[in-house]
C-alpha cells in the first residue's frame, strides 16, 4: 500500500504557481521522495525526485521539510497542460502509487 | 529519445479466453515493472524484475496472471483465463536499476467482453 498522503483534488488559476502538498508520516533514511504526473490516457511521468534537499528542474521545484515528513511540488507557472494526476511516491526499490492529487488548472 | 514500447495499445477480449501483452524497456534497463491501472485509481504494481529475475510479485494473482523476462530485455504478462474485473490499462515501466526514476509506456488498454 501506498505510504503517502495527499489531497484528492486542486484547483490552480493558469499562470499562477501550482503548490501540491504530501505527507510522509513513514518515510525511512534511504527512501527517496519521487513525484510523477499522469495526463489523461497516459502513462506516468517522472518529474523530479529528492532526499533530503530542494531541488529544481526544467520542470518543478521540490521542497522538502527538515524532519522529511513532508513535501511540496511546485509548478512555477502552471498551463493548462499541467492539468493532471500527480503523485508523490516514498522509494528505495519500488514504486508504489497512492491515489495521487488531481489538479486542475483553470483558465 | 528511447521509449518504453508496449504492444498492443488497445485489446478487446472475451471472458476465459488468453490475453498477451509486450513490454519492450529502454535499452539498457535493467528493472522493469508491469502495473495494472483499474479506472480512477493509482497504478498498482504487478510485478517487478531486476534482469531476467522476479524481486516482486506479492501482488501478481498468479492462477491466472504470468510475467516473464527471459533474456532480461524485453517482457510479456499474459492473462489465461480473462475475467470481466481484469479490464483495465496494463502499463509497463523501466528503470536503470531499482529505485531511480521510471519511465512508463503508453500502456495496453485491455477490456474482456
Known amino acids: 500500500d501506498a505510504k503517502t498522503t495527499q489531497p484528492t483534488s486542486m484547483d490552480c488559476a493558469e499562470g499562477r504557481a501550482a503548490n501540491l502538498p504530501c505527507n510522509h508520516s513513514?518515510?525511512?533514511?534511504?527512501?527517496?521522495v519521487y513525484w510523477y504526473r499522469q495526463i489523461h490516457s497516459q502513462g506516468p511521468q517522472y518529474i523530479i525526485h529528492g532526499l533530503k534537499n530542494n531541488e529544481t528542474n526544467e520542470m518543478a521545484s521540490l521542497i522538502i521539510t527538515e524532519d522529511r515528513k513532508s513535501s511540496t511540488l511546485i509548478l512555477p507557472h502552471a498551463t493548462l497542460r499541467d492539468t493532471a494526476v500527480y503523485y508523490c511516491?516514498?522509494?528505495?526499490?519500488?514504486?508504489?502509487f497512492g491515489k495521487g492529487t488531481r489538479l486542475h488548472i483553470l483558465p | 529519445e528511447a521509449e518504453v514500447a508496449q504492444s498492443p495499445r488497445y485489446k478487446i477480449t472475451e471472458k476465459s479466453q488468453a490475453v498477451a501483452f509486450w513490454c519492450d524497456p529502454i535499452s539498457g534497463h535493467a528493472t522493469l515493472y508491469w502495473y495494472r491501472q483499474i479506472l480512477g485509481q493509482g497504478p498498482e504494481l504487478l510485478v517487478q524484475?531486476?534482469?531476467?529475475?522476479?524481486?516482486?510479485d506479492s501482488q501478481l494473482p498468479k492462477d491466472r496472471f504470468s510475467a516473464e523476462r527471459l533474456k532480461g530485455v524485453d517482457s510479456t504478462l499474459k492473462i489465461q483465463p480473462a475475467e470481466l474485473g481484469d479490464s483495465a490499462m496494463y502499463l509497463c515501466?523501466?528503470?536503470?536499476?531499482?529505485?531511480?526514476?521510471?519511465?512508463f509506456g503508453q500502456g495496453t488498454r485491455l477490456t474482456v467482453v
Open positions: 513513514t518515510i525511512s533514511g534511504n527512501e527517496y
Open positions: 511516491i516514498d522509494c528505495d526499490d519500488k514504486i508504489i
Open positions: 524484475f531486476q534482469d531476467e529475475s522476479v524481486v516482486d
Open positions: 515501466a523501466s528503470s536503470s536499476h531499482e529505485g531511480t526514476e521510471a519511465f
